[in-house]
């Protein structure tokens, strides 16, 4: 029997190997560039750190569970795109070095700047932006709660219930079992308590955090069709109040949940509300 004799169909494959490096190298051709992944930290000029948030899905809103709202208060969101957000709430320390000015009632560099309306923090942001040469603003409130989740669906980023060692809320009261706490009835530098998952602090209590959004009820999405879902969910249908999210030094410990939403006439300066911010990628 003749030996088969394999030379022939070796020199094809490898021909046909080596023709998408041909082609890219024809005049006039440029090689596709590899797209870098995005850091997943970056600290600007004021100090302020970002972390990294990547697009995804989730299911916003309370659960029945969690003792607050019924299902259709639930909906899912699909983030299309990845952001930075502020690691911490914005210090006062930040504030000033963009804005010259300290609102704050509690004073100390790294406690969160609060005594701040919504209309204050777009001034900020704008200054911001024009400081940095780079685009910042407040996120949506489907953003801030997707990044204080952090993949989670329980009622905090660390689980179904709460303590004043990993949060800055009234800890005269309790929630689903948890034990009382101290309150300390003042914020606490930005630094105190762990992070998220993905790297981020103070999502529960300290101070309130301004969205970019009007108060408005929710859209509706079939929850057990995981293809209905709105794509980057924002409210601009105009009403009385912006959205804060998170909770504060004074609040009941319900009111620090990831999906707890409450709202305020933009002009709003209080001692419990402050702002974090997204820097939008380049």
Not at 115 to 122: I, K, L, N, T
Request: aromatic letters at 12%; glycine letters at 8%; proline letters at 8%.
């Amino acid at each position: 029997m003749t030996p088969l004799n394999y030379s022939p169909v070796i020199r094809f494959l490898a021909l046909l190997l080596a023709l998408p490096a041909a082609a890219a190298a024809l005049p006039g051709r440029q090689p596709q560039a590899r797209q870098e992944e995005p850091k997943k930290r970056v600290t600007n000029s004021v100090g302020m750190k970002f972390a990294w948030v990547p697009p995804g899905t989730f299911v916003m809103g309370s659960t029945v569970r969690e003792g607050r709202g019924r299902d259709e208060e639930q909906f899912r969101v699909k983030i299309t795109k990845g952001y930075y957000l502020s690691v911490y709430p914005v210090t006062q320390a930040q504030w000033r070095a963009v804005t010259g000015k300290n609102p704050s009632t509690w004073k100390g560099n790294d406690l969160p700047v609060e005594g701040v309306s919504w209309d204050d923090c777009q001034k900020f942001v704008k200054e911001l932006s024009a400081k940095e040469k780079k685009k910042y603003r407040l996120p949506t409130e489907a953003e801030w709660e997707y990044a204080c989740r952090a993949g989670t669906t329980t009622a905090f980023h660390f689980g179904d219930t709460i303590s004043t060692d990993q949060a800055n809320y009234n800890g005269n009261i309790v929630y689903r079992g948890g034990k009382p706490g101290v309150w300390r009835k003042k914020t606490t530098p930005v630094d105190t308590f762990p992070a998220n998952a993905w790297g981020l602090k103070d999502m529960h209590g300290n101070v309130y955090q301004w969205c970019a959004d009007w108060e408005g009820p929710y859209p509706q999405t079939d929850l057990a069709r995981p293809d209905s879902f709105v794509k980057d969910h924002f409210n601009d249908t105009r009403s009385l109040n912006r959205v804060v999210r998170g909770g504060s030094c004074f609040s009941y410990p319900e009111h620090c949940r990831s999906a707890s939403r409450r709202g305020f006439p933009p002009h709003t300066r209080s001692c419990t509300i402050g702002c974090r911010v997204c820097l939008v990628p380049e």
